[in-house]
């Protein structure tokens, strides 16, 4: 199939076979896991994880490539026509770990793809919902984002992006992938990401919307001192002088969540 990558999709499609090699090896499918993937494309992930033996689902929301996996007709494959961003995944994770119970399986959770660069952080967040029940996701995704999720505080990196996803989740940038490995070659670097859900943390949906908000504040001008950015809240969140001298940057995201559960006791949110 000569299929177009299509710019409105943020399609870059993946054709180094070394690459794909890595890729399924870090996936690690087992017989017994339950693997969706978003954006199959043309199948440069998919092929070799059906080829294992394992069934697969997957997202697409390309009508010419839904068609295009339809004609296969490949019965281990189930293919659902949904933008990403919409699709529950949650729902499918709850299900997948229903039958999984049923059948006395010891198989795994897990979200794997090559995202569309273009809403990998709105993406990101959405699949949040699905982190009680999903064991592993593994992403390619472009470079810059993933050092922004694995930065640590005081890094140049840190940022919102860093602390929201390091309180639901353990990362682990696992290598680079370059612009020569895609037809066409996207114009950013490129990289695969393992995330490892934290489970069981208890924090309700309150504190999480208390905790977007103070950490978008913290962040809102990066440059200025914590004085600036917080100092409508340094009385409720008993900021000292020290702290109010910092930068976002400098603030760990558990300090991040006890401010977020200090506002909830304050009903500020």
Known sequence: MAHQARKRFGQHFLTDPSIINAIIARIHPGMQDHIIEIGPGLGAMTLPLLDQGISLEVVEIDRDLIDFWQKK??????????DALDYDFALWAKTALDEMKHS???GRVKIVGNLPYNISTPLLFHLIDAIEQVDEQIFMLQKEVIDRMVAKPGDSEYGRLSVM????????????VPPSAFEPPPKVN????????????????????????????????????LANNLGEYRDILELDQHVLRSRA???DGTTYLSWANKLVQANQV
């Open 73 to 82: 007709n490949l019965p281990q494959l189930s293919i659902y026509q949904a």
């Open 104 to 106: 006395q399986s010891n």
């Open 165 to 176: 996803l390091q309180i639901r989740y353990h990362l682990e940038l696992c290598f680079e």
């Open 249 to 251: 940057q400098d603030i």
């Open 190 to 225: 490129s990289a695969i990401v393992a995330m490892y859900p934290k489970k069981n943390t208890g924090i309700s949906p309150t504190q999480w919307n208390a905790l977007e908000k103070i950490v978008a504040k913290a962040f809102s001008q990066r440059r200025k001192v």
